[in-house]
């Protein structure tokens, strides 16, 4: 987290919302301010107060402000609970007494979902921070909500095995955060979504109940699947405070590719060939075009093998299951699958590299990971996360860079194999801040209008939070909307969890 | 200028290394690279052949049957042909870097060879010796460390040498012995189209035991383990309770 501040130090300046939708008229709804008495009970609700009640300006400061350095929430507390019981404990009385909060992980969300919007108290998962268990004869483990992704990865891999989800915030984003917003990331191609893959949970109602669904039984269908109500809740319905996850086994051997190509209807050939001959061995598949790859030149130090002179990038990543062969013969395997891959595609297809080693397979990896912070480098950055038709992707991009004419540099990359397109605006100019206003005005709502035009999704896996809330009926019946509102009102009749996120 | 270039198959450096069950060597399972400083001095012989002053590169390897495949990764990034030693000795730990040499030595004669460019070390014993013995075996000048190696007008060489007390300048004749380290240069990533072409280029295996040269260990590994486990630490509450426990573990 703190290299990425640095690379967004120059924006700390910025103190308003990131977006005209973002200043939303924030319903008061009868919410109480936090006092000294409040304060007072946190301590003795709390064990180890001196660490789990924080109240210095300084210290809450990062808790207050989001990834892109761009929100500046008010509050003036963040409690950091050691056990759900502590979580229930809190949230019990914050309810009787009318006090916003915002649960709060990892805090690398990119919609404003995860920072108060006024001065809600902060109720933070990272103490919460203990792997239960991992039982290998269902490969499920347990954990707290707090556990950094990258370390349950480590904990995982001397078992042979892995999370089903991986993206680039896997160092500082949190499990339990990961739940809440239903993350997707590289893997989803091949693993599922945390829908999927999630057996069990524990969460805490905003009136304090508990909600323990930890038994995780690989197959239990007695009454409702409550627990999918919170999955991509994005912290409104429920502070999940443990986790049960169905974690595939690490592949024998697995290796990556990168691909440079002219033309869009070759990455579609491409795209088809690679779910036809690699199927079940092809374990991700990305994206990124020409501005993309220019940005990554000129503003980090990591290189494009493959150079920059093409129109379109395509990373392909096979993995071998076939756990009876050694590590070199699976390797082999998979450079043959590659050869013979190359040889299907080779009409579209302009040049390739495989890796050869870690050190390499992990440089083209970071060649696609580090984008976002490629452009957020380059100058204050719009960033959308959409589901579009694939065929639409570049044409979608070119309306955008269309629109906002020579003042931005404007790329697309992605989950392609999901349909997915992440597709960011630098502003030329670097921080100059009028003009990114000025662009904003440009860009929403038309952006939005644009996604319903090419009939995709205002959101692909970032989520809503507070920038897109306005947004929601472009995806979302009414019908649906409104029973979604019912079933805040059931479980936070009081509107204190997370307020102003997710609806208006 | 004709150039001989040693390339080592090694354990992946990113694989956590095991001692074998008997605890007398390294458990060589897992996937194998080409050793990175090797990596680095076929880049630099083949951006020699890109400036037109090298004329042919040969890659040369010790080894087992899977030591042809990292010749053929270094046939990949451009070198012309290869020559394969077979042995079935360990070339981690058994065949030592006076072997190495006096086989080098055995290749460079057969080649009529101008330079040698090795790694500065590999990764597996981390000896740092083939080369100076082979330069000296061989009675040629040696630049070790490289760093930067650039042409004088005279044939002769420039080699910018890493050393403790910052950077030096050697220039030294040809034929020589050249071994790179880190920063000499960054080294490409094999092209799918070369790593195809490189099927055709030709590997000549030669049988280490057909050439009478005295391959014997020198020195002995006795044991090998891992290294012990870091205890965690103990917190204390105050300085008095710092003061008791240093003086019971007997630190003061």
């Known amino acids: 987290m703190l290299r990425y501040n640095k690379i967004l130090g120059f924006q700390k300046s910025s103190s308003r919302r990131p977006t005209l939708h973002g200043l939303l008229k924030l319903s008061q709804c009868g919410y109480s301010k936090l006092n000294s008495d409040d304060v007072t009970h946190f ?19 990062s808790y207050n402000s989001d990834w892109w350095n761009l929100m500046r929430g008010k509050s003036q507390m963040v409690l950091r609970p050691s056990s759900t019981e502590e979580v229930s404990q809190v949230l019990k009385y914050c309810n009787s007494r009318h006090l916003p909060v915002v649960p709060q992980g990892g805090n690398t969300g990119l919609v404003g979902g995860s920072v108060p919007l006024n001065d809600e108290i902060i109720i933070s998962l990272n103490r919460m921070n203990q792997i239960i268990g991992f039982d290998s004869s269902f490969s499920i483990v347990k954990t707290q909500a707090g556990v950094v992704l990258q370390r349950l990865i480590d904990y995982l891999q001397p078992f042979g095995y892995m999370p089903p989800v991986d993206l680039g915030a896997r160092g500082s984003c949190q499990i339990g955060g990961n739940l809440a917003t239903n993350a997707g990331g590289i893997k989803l191609l091949k693993y599922n979504s945390l829908h999927a893959n999630t057996i069990g949970l524990k969460v805490v109602l905003p009136d304090g109940t508990i909600l323990d669904d930890m038994r995780a039984l690989r197959k239990d269908n007695t009454g409702y699947h409550l627990k999918h109500l919170f999955i991509g809740s994005e912290g409104t319905l429920g502070i999940i405070t443990e986790t049960a996850i169905l974690c595939p086994k690490i592949s024998a051997a697995s290796n990556v590719a990168l691909f440079a190509l002219n033309s869009f209807d ?17 374990t991700a598949i990305e994206y990124f075009d020409k501005e993309c790859n220019l940005i990554m030149k000129d503003n980090t130090k990591i290189f494009n093998p493959l150079g920059y002179a093409h129109n379109y990038y395509l990373l392909i990543e096979i993995s071998n299951f076939d756990d009876t062969s050694d590590v070199e013969t699976n390797t082999k395997a998979i450079e043959q699958k590659f050869f013979k891959f190359f040889e299907q595609v080779s009409d579209y297809v302009q040049d390739g590299v495989i890796a050869q080693d870690k050190f390499q397979f992990n440089s083209i990896w970071e060649l696609r990971e580090r984008i976002v912070e490629g452009f957020v480098s380059q100058g204050l950055a719009f960033t959308y996360d959409f589901s579009l038709p694939i065929d639409k992707f570049p044409a979608f991009v070119e309306r955008m860079s269309d629109r906002l004419g020579n003042h931005a540099r404007t790329g697309g990359y992605g989950h392609i194999g999901d349909g997915n397109i992440h597709v960011q605006a630098s502003i030329k100019g670097h921080d100059d801040l009028e003009l990114y206003q000025k662009l904003e005005t440009k860009l929403e709502p038309w952006v939005f209008d644009l996604v319903e035009e090419f009939e995709g999704s205002i959101s692909a896996e970032h989520g809503i939070g507070s920038f897109k809330s306005p947004e929601l009926h472009r995806n979302k019946s009414d019908e649906m909307i409104k029973t979604m509102g019912q079933m805040k009102q059931i479980f936070d009749p009081n509107r204190i969890l997370n307020p102003n996120k997710l609806f208006q | 200028m004709k150039v001989l270039v040693g390339v080592k198959r090694v354990l992946d450096y990113s694989i956590k290394v095991r001692p074998n069950a008997a605890k007398t060597a390294v458990d060589l399972k897992g996937a194998k690279i080409m050793n990175p400083f090797c990596e680095i001095a076929v880049e630099e012989a083949i951006q020699m052949k890109e400036k037109k002053k090298a004329k042919e590169v040969i890659a040369v390897s010790i080894g087992d049957k899977t030591a042809a495949e990292t010749i053929r990764a270094a046939l990949a990034m451009g070198a012309d042909r290869g020559i394969h030693v077979l042995t079935n000795q360990r070339i981690d730990s058994d065949l030592q870097p006076l072997a190495v040499a006096k086989i080098f030595k055995h290749v460079f004669e057969e080649n009529k060879t101008d330079l ?19 330069a000296a075996m061989l009675d040629v000048p040696q630049a070790t460390f490289a760093s930067e190696i650039e042409f004088a007008d005279d044939g002769d060489l420039i080699v910018t040498r890493e050393i403790d007390a910052g950077l030096q300048k050697v220039k030294i004749s040809v034929p020589s012995v050249i071994t790179c380290d880190l920063r000499l240069n960054q080294p490409r990533f094999a092209k799918i189209p070369d790593i195809i072409k490189a099927k055709r280029k030709k590997i000549q295996t030669l049988k280490l035991e057909k050439l009478d040269i005295d391959t014997e260990p020198r020195a002995k590994t006795i044991k090998v383990d891992n290294p012990e486990v870091r205890e965690g630490g103990v917190m204390v509450d105050n300085v008095d309770d710092l003061m008791s426990k240093l003086r019971e573990d007997k630190i003061i």
């Not at chain 1, 107060?49 to 109240?55: F, K, T």
């Not at chain 2, 040698?116 to 082979?134: E, F, W, Y």
């Open chain 1, 266 to 282: 070759h990455v579609q050939e491409v795209l088809t060939a690679s779910k036809e001959f690699l199927s079940e061995n092809l």
């Open chain 1, 43 to 61: 301590k003795s609700i709390l064990s180890k107060p001196e660490i789990s009640v924080v109240e210095d300006q300084d210290d809450i400061a």
């Open chain 2, 116 to 134: 040698v460019l090795l790694g500065k070390q590999s990764i597996d014993d981390d000896a740092n010796q083939t080369g100076q013995i082979l």
